[in-house]
């Protein structure tokens, strides 16, 4: 008997009828760890924290007067959510497990719901002008997951701006290259301009950057494996024109061009 043969016919005796339940199986990669809901706890008490040290830091302009209340609103009942929907086993991205990837994007999501008053103020706009029109759905696993779609749109008059709300918590500020890809397509479809506000949390400042005025020439895309490995651009520093222990700036200030 050949190599070959005697491998498939051994592997075969051990149960397995093809290679990959084999490896899987030896790997131990099909045995699933059950989610740990007091790490998710302590978690979701730690981006808490993260909002309340935010909030002590920032500008009067920018100050919530109720912690508590925002997170009920915008931690606790989201993850509620995600768990009636049974989604927590199914957030594995790049390996991650589910308590990671949860954590990260509850961070993101209560970043982005905190500064949006602050981005009412920015483009003088009412706060209820300010739709979520992002792919996130809490109860889907196929829209949860990533998409390079925006994640706020504003009406400033008869001119509509997505915006793209983006946060770092390590000090390195990337946009990813298809976020940018989709901004330009909007806005040669519909003429509508794509705006990524990207929160440095780590060094206390915003930039604000118009997406589909950014030339492939212009920046040097990347690939970065804190970014899920995909391709992406280092904001410059010349896009952060809002530091957050100064009071919220002026449209006009951001130079934004449109």
């Keep these: 008997m050949n190599p070959a043969s005697y491998f498939k016919e051994y592997r075969q005796v051990l149960g397995f009828s093809n290679q990959s339940e084999a490896k899987e199986f030896l790997s131990g990669k099909d045995v699933k760890p059950n989610i740990d809901y007091k790490y998710i706890d302590a978690l979701n008490s730690r981006v808490e924290d993260i909002i309340s040290s935010?909030?002590?830091?920032?500008?009067?302009?920018?100050?919530?007067?109720?912690?508590?209340?925002?997170?009920?609103?915008?931690?606790?009942?989201?993850?509620?959510?995600?768990?009636?929907?049974?989604l927590l086993p199914r957030l594995n991205n790049q390996g991650r497990r589910p308590e990671e990837v949860l954590f990260s994007w509850l961070r993101g999501y209560a970043?982005?719901?905190?500064?949006?008053?602050?981005?009412?103020?920015?483009?003088?706009?009412?706060?209820?002008?300010?739709s979520n029109i992002g792919d996130d759905d809490l109860r889907n696993i196929e829209t949860f997951k990533r998409s390079p779609k925006a994640d706020l749109e504003i009406k400033i008059g008869r001119k509509i701006v997505r915006v793209e709300v983006q946060s770092g918590?390590?000090?390195?500020?990337?946009?990813?290259?298809?976020?940018?890809?989709?901004?330009?397509?909007?806005?040669?479809?519909?003429?509508?301009?794509?705006?990524?506000?990207?929160?440095?949390?780590?060094?206390g400042q915003?930039?604000?950057?118009?997406?589909?005025?950014?030339?492939?020439?212009?920046?040097?895309?990347?690939?970065?494996?804190?970014?899920?490995?995909?391709?992406?651009?280092?904001i410059d520093q010349n896009y952060f024109k809002w530091r957050l222990l100064d009071k919220v700036p002026n449209l006009n200030e951001l130079e934004l061009g449109f």
């Excluded at 970043?111 to 300010?130: D, G, K, R």
């Excluded at 989709?182 to 705006?195: A, D, L, M």
Aim: charge should be negative; include cysteine; hydrophobic fraction near 40%.
């Design 111 to 130: 970043i982005s719901e905190y500064f949006t008053p602050a981005f009412s103020e920015i483009f003088e706009v009412p706060l209820a002008s300010i």
């Design 206 to 234: 915003v930039a604000f950057v118009r997406l589909d005025h950014v030339e492939e020439n212009d920046v040097h895309f990347v690939t970065r494996q804190q970014m899920e490995g995909q391709s992406v651009f280092q």
């Design 169 to 203: 918590f390590q000090g390195i500020n990337d946009i990813k290259e298809h976020k940018v890809r989709e901004s330009r397509r909007v806005f040669e479809e519909k003429g509508i301009c794509t705006i990524c506000i990207h929160v440095d949390v780590y060094n």
């Design 54 to 86: 935010i909030n002590t830091a920032a500008h009067d302009s920018v100050k919530l007067r109720d912690i508590d209340a925002f997170a009920k609103k915008n931690i606790y009942w989201p993850f509620g959510v995600i768990r009636e929907a049974r």
